[in-house]
Every structure is written in structure tokens, then in C-alpha cells.
């Protein structure tokens, strides 16, 4: 890095502009990284042909996407300019241009100025200095350099210029583009109380920009939904947690098959920040706590297994959370005997219509164990098999608890021949028993299965 200070002396004015007024930015970001930003300001037309700037666009604009709309105007020609000034960037754009070097001598202070050719800047700045070629040192000697001028194209922010032609006159222009960089996820806190089968959820817009620039004092507005984009994988989405999907309609605005998440008052985004607004706070919330085993088809094992963690809540309006919740990650807190909430493990969740009920898992259980064992596999013919599978539910806490065991893998023709407590039919993949386990006991679950193979 060159010890250097830039000094930049413009030699003429800049050609002069049509006055801009303050921005009014309205940004409308989606949760995949991706941002729709609209721009008004007031322009004045000189019923000429005259180029407009719009300076502190986003670093990463999609030019294709840029519109300008404003009355009575035609837009001519548009042009991104994003080589940003830096001095690394200005003497890489000054290659073959004439640039004064000012020298300060250490001991007595006085400047000596000489004229310079930049011949090349890669990796280091080789001048032409008269009749002689000089490598600018990087030796801590005090050194300036000034240039005539900004080298073209060069900006000091991401500006977009447009060449356009308006009846004369000043009326608001309004500029839109879709950029990444903007982005938005959900964030839950929940504090369950196992003593009145209640949790409070509290749910957090994170914002991200690292769009390479700040919005000032913008309206924004969230978008939850996942919008197709030309080359974006259409991969399922993930749905974590949810048991059944809700049919209840809320109040809350919606855009197409998406709805939408006003932030209340407009806000400063800055650049390379994170920001946090409340969107949900709700309190006393019905819930539940349990545990859940699941196994897969003939699955035994040598040594018991912890069961899952599990809590089930519903966001329906009576009696749940009342609100569509956007997707993101729920962090599960309980308070301790000194009444200090504790964190006991997370779980994300898709996008959750309002009316569903979920079922969340923050961990494996240390007390509550489940051991799934083969018993005996026997064939009755070519085509069939009878398998006795036993699952010994053990349970160290000095209460009750209730075990929800689910084999999966059976297939659409597999039935349950015998058991020693009724099961329940989820799909044609699995079966599933509610097992009470007394307090510092064990209980052994018993099936016998009828299946193919």
C-alpha cells in the first residue's frame, strides 16, 4: 500500500445538473436475498435533451430491471456506473494520463512538484518523468499525488445516469430496479411456562444489507413469500414443525399469494448492517410439552435412545398466536428455579398459515429413553412376513410423562396384526402410540406387524 495522500483538483465544473430533491426511498425486500427499490425525487426538465443521475443507487442494481417513470418523458439511453473512486482504482483509470507528483522533504518541510505519466498500475505505479521511468516507492516518504480530474466514468457512490428528454417543467420522476443484498429473515423468541402450559412468543424482522449502500429514512416493506427468479432452483420448501397446515383467514394485507409485513415508521438501512423490528408479541399462548421416539422399519438397538424434546402450540386466531407466521428460526427459553430464562435449543420453520398447529423439537430428552428392539421375524409365504417389534419407554424424572412412539417405513400394505395399546394410523408410511410412563419407571410398548418384506 503507497504512504500517499490523493488530493483531487477538479480543472473545470462539472456540467451542470437538474436539481434533485431529497430522496423518498420505499423498498420492498423478500426473504431470497432480493429487494425491489423505488426512488422518487423531483426533477426539473429543461425540455432538452439533459442526463440525470441518481446517485446512492444499490452497489449491486440489476441495470436490466431499471425504469424511470415520470410524465411527458422519454428516456433515451441509461447507464450504470459502478467503478467506484478508491486510490487504487483512480491511478488504475489515470494509465497513460499526466499526473503531479508533489514530494516533501522531511527535513525542511519544502515541496518540489513534478509532471508524471502513469505508464502502467499493476501491483505497483511505474511514471514517466521526463526522460526518465520511475517506480513510486512504497517507502513511508511523504508523497502527493493530484490529478487534473476524475478519469471517466468514475464515481465516488453507485450512480445511475440516464440521457432522457421531458417537457419542460418540475414534477416528481420515480426510479424502480430490483437489486440483491437486501434481505429478510424471522426470528422467534419463546419462553415456555411448564407450570400453566403457556408460552410467550415474541417474533423479530432481522434486515440484512449488503447492497453497498444506505437508505436513508426509507418505507419499508416485507415480503413473505418466495417469489420464482429466472435461474433459482424450485426446490421444495421446507415446512419444520408443521403438524397441520391452518385454513383460517387474518386481517393481514396480502399481495398476490404472499403477504405483507409493513415495518411501522421508516428506517435508516445502513450498509453492512443488521436490523431488528418487532412484528409479533404475544403472551399466555396455549402449548403443550412432550417427547417423541421415531424409528424406522426394523430398526433395533443395543442401548436406549433419547426421545426428542417436543412442544406444540397453535397460531390459530382462538387460542394460539393469532398470525400467519413468516418462516425462520423459533429459540425455545424456560426459566430455571431462580427465575432466569434459560436457552434450550431452536427450530426453524417454513412459511406457517394462520390455524396451523406445530410441533417443535428443541433437543433429545435425558431422562425419557426409548429402545426399539426386533423380537422375532418369521415368514409366513413368498410374499409376506410377520416382524414383533417391542419398544421399552423408560423415564428417570420424578413425573409422568406421556411418549409418542411413531414407526415409520411400513408401506401402504403393512397393518399393525396385534399391539399392546391402540396405534394410530398417520399415512401409509407409519403408525404412531401415545405411551403414559410413570414417574421413575418403565413401560414396553409391544406391535406385531404383517407386511411384505
Do not use: C
Not at 260 to 283: C, G, W
Not at 325 to 343: C, E, M, N, T
Not at 347 to 368: E, N, Q
Request: glycine share 8%; proline share 5%.
Amino acid at each position: 500500500m503507497l504512504h500517499r495522500s490523493i488530493a483531487l483538483t477538479l480543472a473545470a465544473a462539472a456540467v451542470a445538473m437538474p436539481a434533485l430533491a431529497e430522496p423518498g426511498v420505499t423498498i420492498t425486500i423478500y426473504a431470497d436475498n432480493q429487494a425491489l427499490v423505488q426512488d422518487t425525487r423531483a426533477i426539473t426538465f429543461t425540455g432538452q435533451r439533459q442526463r440525470v443521475e441518481f446517485k446512492n443507487v444499490s452497489a449491486q442494481i440489476r441495470p436490466e430491471t431499471a425504469s424511470l417513470n415520470a410524465g411527458d418523458m422519454a428516456i433515451i439511453e441509461q447507464n450504470f456506473d459502478y467503478d467506484l473512486l478508491s486510490p487504487a482504482k483512480i491511478m488504475e483509470n489515470a494509465v497513460g494520463q499526466t499526473i503531479t507528483l508533489v514530494r516533501t522533504n522531511p527535513a525542511t518541510g519544502a515541496e518540489t512538484r513534478e509532471q508524471a505519466v502513469v505508464l502502467a498500475a499493476n501491483g505497483g505505479v511505474v511514471l514517466q518523468i521526463g526522460s526518465r521511468i520511475e517506480v513510486l516507492r512504497d517507502d513511508g516518504l511523504p508523497v502527493r499525488v493530484i490529478f487534473d480530474k476524475v478519469p471517466p466514468n468514475m464515481r465516488a457512490e453507485p450512480t445511475l445516469s440516464m440521457l432522457v428528454q421531458g417537457t419542460a417543467g418540475t414534477r416528481e420522476a420515480s426510479l424502480r430496479y430490483l437489486t440483491p443484498g437486501l434481505g429478510w429473515r424471522a426470528d422467534y423468541v419463546a419462553l415456555f411456562d411448564e407450570a400453566k402450559g403457556q408460552i410467550d412468543v415474541q417474533g423479530w424482522v432481522t434486515l440484512t444489507n449488503n447492497s453497498g449502500t444506505t437508505y436513508d429514512n426509507a418505507q419499508t416493506v416485507l415480503v413473505a413469500g418466495t417469489p420464482r427468479l429466472l435461474g433459482q432452483r424450485n426446490s421444495p420448501r421446507y415446512n419444520g414443525g408443521l403438524v397441520e397446515a391452518g385454513t383460517e383467514t387474518g386481517s393481514r394485507e396480502r399481495l398476490g399469494d404472499y403477504y405483507l409485513y409493513p415495518l411501522a415508521e421508516r428506517t435508516t438501512i445502513a450498509n453492512m448492517q443488521t436490523k431488528q423490528v418487532s412484528f409479533l408479541d404475544v403472551h399466555g399462548a396455549p402449548a403443550s410439552h412432550g417427547y417423541q421416539a421415531s424409528f424406522g422399519w426394523l430398526q433395533t438397538a443395543d442401548q436406549p435412545i433419547s426421545a426428542a424434546t417436543v412442544y406444540q402450540f397453535s397460531n390459530s386466531a382462538q387460542g394460539g398466536l393469532g398470525d400467519q407466521l413468516p418462516a425462520g428460526v423459533v429459540r425455545f427459553y424456560i426459566k430455571d428455579s431462580r427465575g432466569q430464562a434459560q436457552f434450550i435449543g431452536e427450530h426453524a420453520i417454513g412459511h406457517t398459515p394462520m390455524g396451523s398447529k406445530l410441533s417443535i423439537s428443541t433437543g433429545d430428552a435425558f431422562d425419557v429413553k426409548v429402545q426399539p428392539v426386533v423380537e422375532d421375524r418369521q415368514r409366513l409365504s413368498s410374499s409376506r412376513w410377520k416382524t414383533t417389534m417391542r419398544y421399552t419407554l423408560s423415564n428417570a424424572l420424578p413425573k409422568p410423562v406421556t411418549v409418542r412412539v411413531v414407526q415409520r417405513g411400513l408401506w401402504g400394505d403393512t397393518k399393525v396384526s396385534a399391539e399392546s395399546r391402540k396405534s394410530e394410523r398417520l399415512d401409509a408410511d407409519s403408525v404412531a402410540w401415545n405411551v403414559p410412563v410413570p414417574a421413575n419407571g418403565k413401560v414396553d410398548l409391544n406391535a406385531t406387524f404383517d407386511s411384505r418384506y
